[in-house]
């Protein structure tokens, strides 16, 4: 309590503040106060229990204090009898409340005060002191609700509650998470102000010599009175101010109105994957020469068009879009978002290339487009995983009459200044696509899209023509291609295909208007550091999609060569080979970049996260993300795999991804054991060695000359830890975290390849461990721990910041193995 009453006092001081900072930001030194502050911190929270509690609270409810993004999900039993299922992660729901107490400076009273959440999982309902606010079902869009007409102002207490259900289950295909999971925020006005995501900024001609912009911007006016104001939009490149426009208006009592203004800027900047350079747009509002409203606007300046020859075009230049696919969750912190999760996220995925994200299958958190904007991705940003028919028992489509309109609608509104948003997705596979139901809602989604913006639109179809067709009728007239719905309706501006890559080639004669997009492809299956013997076959787990799998590998693991997939995917060589034939294939979208809670695809129960990713639920990479970092970067890559510690005279399978090379040779304990070079249009060459203890040892040469040089040692028994950092120094503000890797190593400092203690972690100084995680799909082990099962000799574990500057020291042990411990710095 006396912490939640110290972060009420400090709203009067931050009204004090922005009120002598507040000024017009028309210099490169004036100070821009953002009009809303966090409210993320010392909530309370209860998790119901349904036969006690009766979805009730009252005097004698248990709370503990606790910040929020928060999800309770990920703090629970892995549970064989979840009614989440498998495909949620086995991990429960259940009905939580939030209360937080706060005041409002008196001088406050005149103005407009509001609460915004940027996502709650799900059915959220909220009042304030006893005054409801409304309901929101989905649980992955932002809302906001006017608290003013409720509060109290001065010394006297608020109280807000927020009741989140998520007890209804199964409502989703993958781990979705509970509670308020993600951040919150309290916006203060002027009654006369800028609406909520209401600018909307436009660059209808850019070329390198000039860019015209339009800028449209939404003023509310909740007086009593009509007010004549002006607005002005100022535009800065960093802290450079490069162009204003103002202009005088009246606007009606309690009215909304919409201003256009027009500006151009020489010699742009553009936005691009490359060099992700980004503009700033400030709009104030003044009444009688005070400036009384600001907002701002981040956004970049690029031209781009899907063509039906050349595929994406970017700034006049080519780009294939090499994308990935991403769920919310973030391993082992679950669905409570971080924007530096997020982050190492994208910088790990960036390390290999990909250049492109697609928002899976939902309006994502917006730190992730801020990053993207920032990082350069070229996102799909989804809006629905199903319309009208369910895919669950309890999911969206129980909500879709009521609510799809008004969530679609502040989607767009929210997300559509992003510079890295490129496309809209209306829905993926949905169950409507295959008849005229579905062609009649895709019209009214895209009719709802180009209202409020002009983006191309897509949808995930799987696939657009009928795959029960031999794929080779396909090449022929049209007339024998049957045509997904959707698809042949016309009213989309890509055709998203979901898998179905043998049909890639065909694309032009079948849509000879409408450009291309693979839109999920892939969903090949590994374990990071498992192997089977045989690497040269493909395996298909399971057989067919509505087939149960009774096969597989003992521990419920897949081989990490890249050969096992899906029924209706490929593996990861099969369809970038065809992708990168084509020009006029724009790109994909693989699924997936990292590993996700749930959906243990070939497997059911004990396995509860998925195999799907190319980096692993830890963030550790498997082999196959070396492939594609040899593809997708100008890195020079020689990468050879697996590791070296096998039975004697045993036959392994090595294979070795490279570029920028015509050869590599392959040596074990100095002796050649062959030249390969890829042939065609091969991405990893491969040789059989007899297994001997030693040094496997690889020399990629090009023209004679050596390029690289990398090898792999036999690992002896498992002798220390070794800890390392992402990042050793982190910010002191309850939210940085720094990722440190555990690796267990033999005497000599080689990874112990084979290696699965149970680490145990420790932490001296102010901060906690948030999470834990080896990247093994069947681990039961809690990700709140404070111990973990390493998973092939390597593990992870979270540190969060407190809020003291200080030493965080991080000691890692295990039974029989030297310990370690590292320094992190909060400052």
């Not at 994308?323 to 669905?335: A, E, T, Y």
């Not at 995925?349 to 992730?368: C, D, Q, Y």
């Not at 989309?492 to 000879?512: C, M, R, S, V, W």
């Not at 695809?601 to 594609?628: H, Q, R």
Request: some cysteine.
């Amino acid at each position: 309590m006396h912490k939640r009453k110290n972060l009420s006092n400090l709203f009067p001081l931050f009204i004090f503040i922005a009120t002598i900072l507040l000024g017009s930001c028309s210099k490169k030194e004036d100070v821009f106060v953002n009009r809303k502050i966090s409210f993320n911190s010392d909530w309370s929270f209860h998790l119901n229990d349904s036969i006690a509690d009766k979805d009730t609270i009252g005097t004698s409810t248990k709370w503990r204090t606790l910040n929020v993004p928060h999800d309770w999900s990920i703090e629970g039993k892995f549970d064989e009898k979840s009614p989440a299922g498998y495909g949620g992660g086995s991990l429960n729901g259940g009905l939580g409340w939030y209360k937080k107490a706060f005041k409002v400076a008196a001088e406050d009273s005149t103005k407009i005060t509001s609460i915004t959440f940027d996502g709650v999982y799900k059915n959220s309902e909220v009042w304030i002191n006893g005054h409801y606010l409304g309901k929101r079902p989905n649980g992955y869009i932002g809302f906001q609700y006017d608290m003013s007409p409720y509060l109290n102002y001065g010394d006297k207490n608020n109280e807000i509650i927020v009741k989140v259900d998520n007890s209804k289950q199964p409502n989703s295909r993958w781990y979705s998470g509970s509670g308020i999971f993600r951040n919150v925020w309290i916006e203060t006005t002027d009654k006369l102000h800028v609406a909520q995501w209401g600018t909307y900024v436009t660059t209808p001609k850019v070329t390198t010599e000039n860019a015209s912009l339009q800028f449209e911007t939404t003023i509310q006016n909740q007086n009593s009175e009509s007010k004549k104001a002006t607005v002005t939009t100022t535009i800065f490149k960093d802290d450079t101010k490069v162009t204003s426009v103002t202009q005088d208006i009246t606007i009606a009592a309690k009215g909304n109105q919409i201003i256009k203004q027009d500006a151009h800027v020489e010699t742009p900047v553009l936005w691009s994957v490359e060099n992700p350079e980004l503009y700033t747009a400030v709009t104030e509002i003044s009444l009688d020469d005070k400036i009384i409203d600001q907002y701002k606007t981040n956004f970049g300046i690029r031209d781009f068009k899907f063509d039906l020859n050349k595929g994406f075009l970017l700034n006049g230049k080519q780009v294939k879009i090499k994308g990935v696919c991403m769920h919310h969750d973030l391993g082992p912190l679950g669905s409570a978002i971080n924007t530096r999760a997020i982050e190492r996220q994208l910088e790990i995925l960036k390390g290999m290339g990909v250049n492109g994200i697609r928002t899976s299958h939902n309006p994502p958190a917006p730190e992730l487009l801020e990053l993207c904007d920032k990082m350069g991705f070229i996102v799909m940003d989804e809006a629905f995983d199903m319309w009208k028919q369910n895919k669950t028992k309890y999911d969206y489509a129980n909500d879709w009459d009521k609510w799809h309109k008004k969530d679609l609608i502040d989607q767009l509104l929210r997300d559509r200044n992003h510079p890295s948003v490129f496309m809209w997705s209306i829905g993926n596979e949905i169950p409507e696509q295959w008849n005229e139901k579905g062609v009649e809602i895709a019209k009214e989604l895209a009719a709802i899209t180009r209202q409020y913006d002009k983006r191309p639109i897509t949808a995930g179809m799987n696939p657009p023509v009928n795959m029960n067709i031999d794929a080779v009728t396909l090449q022929f007239e049209k007339k024998n291609v049957q045509f997904n719905a959707i698809a042949a309706s016309g009213v989309l501006d890509l055709i998203g295909y979901n898998y179905a890559h043998q049909t890639y080639e065909y694309h032009q004669k079948n849509f000879p208007n409408t450009p291309f997009i693979a839109t999920e492809t892939t969903s090949a299956l590994e374990t990071r550091g498992y192997y089977d013997a045989v690497s040269d076959s493909i395996k298909k787990w399971p057989v067919r999609w509505d087939l149960k799998f009774t096969e597989g590998n003992p521990g419920n693991t897949v081989s990490a060569y890249d050969q096992v997939q899906a029924p209706w995917g490929s593996t990861h060589e099969a369809t970038w080979k065809v992708i990168k034939k084509h020009d006029f294939l724009s790109g994909m979208y693989i699924w997936t970049g990292f590993d996700y809670i749930g959906e243990p695809t070939p497997y059911e129960w004990p396995s509860v996260s998925s195999y799907f990713g190319i980096v692993d639920l830890a963030g550790f990479p498997k082999n196959v993300y070396y492939m594609y970092q040899s593809e997708w970067t100008d890195k020079t890559v020689l990468h050879i795999f697996p590791h070296w510690n096998w039975k004697a005279g045993q036959t392994v399978d090595v294979w070795a991804y490279y570029n920028k090379a015509d050869e590599v040779e392959l040596f074990l304990n100095g002796k050649s054991v062959g030249v390969r070079s890829k042939k065609g249009d091969d991405l990893h060459v491969m040789w059989k060695v007899p297994f001997e203890v030693g040094t496997l040892k690889a020399i990629s040469r090009k023209n004679g000359k050596t390029v690289l040089e990398t090898e792999i040692k036999t690992a002896g028994a498992p002798s220390k830890l070794e800890l390392k950092a992402d990042r050793s120094t982190i910010k002191a503000d309850e939210n940085d975290l720094s990722f440190v890797t555990v690796d267990i190593l033999d005497e000599k400092g080689t990874l112990a390849p084979n290696a699965n203690n149970e680490i145990s972690f420790s932490l001296n100084g102010n901060g906690k461990i948030v999470g834990v995680c080896s990247g093994d799909p069947v681990s039961h082990e809690s990700y709140k721990g404070s111990k973990h099962t390493a998973l092939n000799g390597k593990c992870l574990v979270v540190v969060q910041s407190g809020k003291q500057s200080g030493r965080l020291e991080l000691t890692a042990k295990a039974n029989g193995l030297k310990s370690s411990t590292i320094v992190i710095t909060a400052e």
